[in-house]
């Protein structure tokens, strides 16, 4: 059956009355959490796994994409109105949108954004059904040497692009990797760090883990540096577009579009990387016109590279396993919580919920673009909510959440030294992504290495033999490598310009 096939069917799914409430919920949310600074998606969506453990999966997962989509487009607007982005792949919108706030022009900034990011999501998406399928029949050919390689490349990727130091990167995704070794050993039925607790010895929810290092390590970060007073809310009426503001936006939507998907797709990539280089080449285009003072095309371009690489992110998830990013990873919890896993035999078995996932895509740009446009003074009131009544109601709705899953204390002791282990890691600069990926794809990577020892007989030659992984991991090495070669260029020019 072709891919349009699918999405037909898809659509049909996507479209049932209870469907599509799911899909409103989602994008609403995700909007709201997206213009909380701070509380991003990824929180969001692990906020909610433990409470949709009885949703059917297709309705779960149609509503963590509008989450995913709408956490994408609500960022834009404290970016553009407090100066202060709610993730940081807005932090570019807020060089330019800010200022065109300042300026008396936040309308046509929300405008521009919101518009800009339907365009680039629509065609990602159907960049994502086109992809999709071609992916999966490419690895349909992988072997467990191949997925061991596939799982070092996103470890490497993900700790070297996603910190400011690879070292910082290496350290969290260790973190990770130790939480994943807890419980009972597959081969050996050996139990393993569980410092004779009987209630670890089937390891630790992922959904645990989700909560306490995104929710709860967020709240204590935010608490230790809360300040009390308002902050300054630029004031905005009904976003609206003129003429020049639609001549100067669409080159900048499609160029970002462009820019936004395949990084999104690469491990590591992220939406960090393609709305910088957005930004750099419409500031180059633009040769200089009001860039720094609030330039409709600053705006325009990032929020596209922005929801662009959302769409792009999910083609190595579902059709790999592979998250590329902290929300994706959290995506892949949600796929383990209801026994799938991700890649080409989720779309053999499951199509019902991998099309319907991605045809509630488009329906939830749509919603999201009404939602938007009219709605834009009532996101801005959202943004006087006073922060400890938001993040005490963070941390109540975590721990009940939390405790719900197993009704066990276990469970809540783990969640609360999960939150500080979450919180020292953000006062020292770790970043969340590496670890709870490496805790996701851990035992997948060593239950692959295992078996590709195993078929060579403990020959460990064999890991290299296959094409793929060779490439793979040769990239894995050029990842880890890069920036010790900057530094030395770096040191090396430093020192011919003294000389």
Do not use: C
Request: aromatic content about 8%; hydrophobic content about 55%.
């Amino acid at each position: 059956m072709d891919s349009f096939q699918l999405l037909l069917d898809g659509f049909a799914t996507a479209f049932t009355p209870v469907n599509l409430l799911y899909a409103l919920i989602g994008v609403t949310l995700g909007t709201l959490v997206g213009v909380l600074p701070g509380i991003g998606p990824a929180m969001t969506v692990a906020l909610l796994l433990p409470i949709t453990f009885n949703v059917p999966p297709a309705s779960a997962f149609i509503m963590f994409a509008g989450i995913y989509y709408g956490g994408m487009y609500g960022g834009s607007t404290t970016s553009i109105l407090l100066n202060t982005p709610g993730e940081s792949s807005s932090m570019i919108t807020a060089l330019e949108g800010n200022k065109m706030a300042r300026r008396g022009r936040a309308a046509q900034a929300l405008a521009t954004a919101a518009i800009g990011s339907f365009v680039a999501g629509t065609i990602a998406t159907a960049l994502l059904v086109v992809a999709a399928p071609l992916v999966v029949d490419f690895a349909i050919s992988f072997g467990p040497e191949d997925y061991f390689a596939l799982a070092i490349l996103a470890f490497t990727a993900v700790s070297s692009v996603l910190s400011r130091s690879v070292v910082r990167g290496l350290a969290s995704l260790g973190i990770g990797l130790v939480i994943g070794l807890i419980g009972i050993d597959q081969q050996t039925g050996q139990a393993r760090l569980t410092l004779g607790i009987p209630q670890l010895l089937d390891g630790i929810d992922v959904v645990v883990v989700a909560v306490g290092l995104f929710a709860l390590g967020e709240v204590l970060y935010v608490a230790s540096r809360l300040r009390h007073g308002h902050p300054e809310v630029i004031p905005v009426g009904r976003a609206f577009m003129g003429r020049s503001d639609w001549a100067r936006s669409w080159k900048p939507w499609l160029r970002g579009t462009a820019l936004g998907f395949p990084f999104g797709a690469l491990p590591g990539g992220g939406a960090e990387i393609p709305t910088f280089l957005s930004y750099s080449v419409e500031k180059r285009l633009a040769k200089g016109r009001e860039f720094g003072e609030g330039a409709i095309e600053g705006v325009a371009g990032p929020e596209a590279a922005n929801n662009a690489s959302a769409a792009g992110t999910l083609v190595p998830l579902l059709t790999l396993g592979l998250p590329t990013s902290a929300t994706a990873a959290i995506l892949l919890a949600a796929f383990q919580q209801y026994g799938l896993q991700p890649g080409p035999q989720l779309f053999d078995h499951n199509p019902a919920l991998v099309w319907g996932m991605i045809a509630s895509l488009f329906v939830g740009n749509a919603m999201l673009l009404v939602l938007n446009l009219p709605l834009a003074p009532l996101w801005a009131r959202v943004l006087h909510i006073p922060r400890p009544y938001l993040y005490a109601g963070i941390l109540l709705f975590a721990a009940l959440g939390v405790y719900a899953l197993n009704a066990s204390w276990v469970d809540l002791v783990v969640l609360y030294l999960l939150g500080l282990i979450g919180f020292a890691m953000r006062r020292f600069g770790l970043p969340l992504a590496p670890a709870v990926i490496g805790l996701i794809l851990g035992p997948m990577a060593e239950i692959q290495l295992r078996r590709a020892l195993a078929i060579g007989a403990g020959d460990p030659s064999v890991l290299v033999t296959s094409p793929i992984a060779a490439v793979l991991l040769i990239l894995s090495a050029l990842i880890l490598a890069a920036p010790l070669a900057r530094r030395l260029l770096a040191r090396r020019r430093q020192i011919d310009a003294t000389a």
